[in-house]
Antibody, heavy 119, light 110 residues
Framework: QVQLVQSGAELKKPGTSVRISCEASGYTFRTYSIQWVRQAPGQSLEWVGWINAGTGQTRSSQKFQGRVAFSRDTYATTAYMHLSSLRSDDTAVYYC????????????WGQGTLVTVSS | QSALTQPASVSGSPGQSITISCTGTSSDVGTYDYVSWYQQHPGKAPKLTICQVTRRPSGVSDRFSGSKSGNTASLTISGLQPEDEADYYCSSYTTSNTYVFGTGTKVTVL
């Protein structure tokens, strides 16, 4: 069965960076993209960006450009999101999800990773 | 890219039907049939409920249905049940090759 398993919760200080991993299993990793979505406490979902696990092509929301980077290890079937220059308003649960390119929907989701930014 | 607009809350009694709207622009909802809906229970990850405007993924109850007209998409829940109480989010692909989510709607079963 398809599974996306994310790394554990992180507590970070303002100005530092965080890397979250998303290990995929149960499907052909290179065939899909990995989407990243975050949700601040009590807020709605917010799209962060994606990486095509086959080509390595990435795209991010303009809001995060310059601060976010995506990568993947096809041998480990794991995708990564790196967010830098953390601020208190980056405190959120970060989700990875799977997306078959050119279909427009995210069918499987990870369990979420809570990132808390606090001094 | 501004969030898609949804009503903050919708409520209904068991067995009733409710509809949640999702209003975007000609740069997202109005251009693509890549509108999807996600159900989220408290403390849980979102769950795909409707994709490509009207398609229901395997395992999703046929009480859920989707539609679209112009820049507005809609999710209808028929025969409302207690387990339908959750937050619902719409999402759309955009002309900038990005995605945008809705503001979210809390569904309450009275």
């Amino acid at each position: 069965q398809v599974q996306l398993v994310q790394s554990g919760a992180e507590l970070k200080k303002p100005g530092t960076s965080v890397r979250i991993s998303c290990e995929a299993s149960g499907y052909t990793f290179r065939t899909y993209s990995i989407q990243w979505v975050r949700q601040a406490p009590g807020q709605s979902l917010e799209w962060v960006g994606w990486i095509n696990a086959g080509t390595g092509q990435t795209r991010s929301s303009q809001k995060f450009q310059g601060r976010v980077a995506f990568s993947r290890d096809t041998y480990a079937t794991t995708a990564y999101m790196h967010l830098s220059s953390l601020r208190s308003d980056d405190t959120a649960v970060y989700y990875c999800s799977r997306d078959l390119p050119d279909t427009g929907f995210f069918d499987y989701w990870g369990q979420g990773t809570l990132v808390t930014v606090s001094s | 890219q501004s969030a898609l607009t949804q009503p903050a809350s919708v409520s209904g009694s068991p067995g009733q039907s409710i509809t949640i709207s999702c209003t975007g622009t000609s740069s997202d909802v109005g251009t693509y049939d890549y509108v999807s809906w996600y159900q989220q229970h408290p403390g849980k990850a979102p769950k795909l409920t409707i994709c490509q405007v009207t398609r229901r993924p395997s395992g999703v109850s046929d009480r859920f249905s989707g539609s679209k007209s112009g820049n507005t998409a809609s999710l209808t829940i028929s025969g409302l049940q207690p387990e339908d109480e959750a937050d619902y989010y719409c999402s759309s692909y955009t002309t900038s090759n990005t995605y945008v989510f809705g503001t979210g709607t809390k569904v309450t079963v009275l």
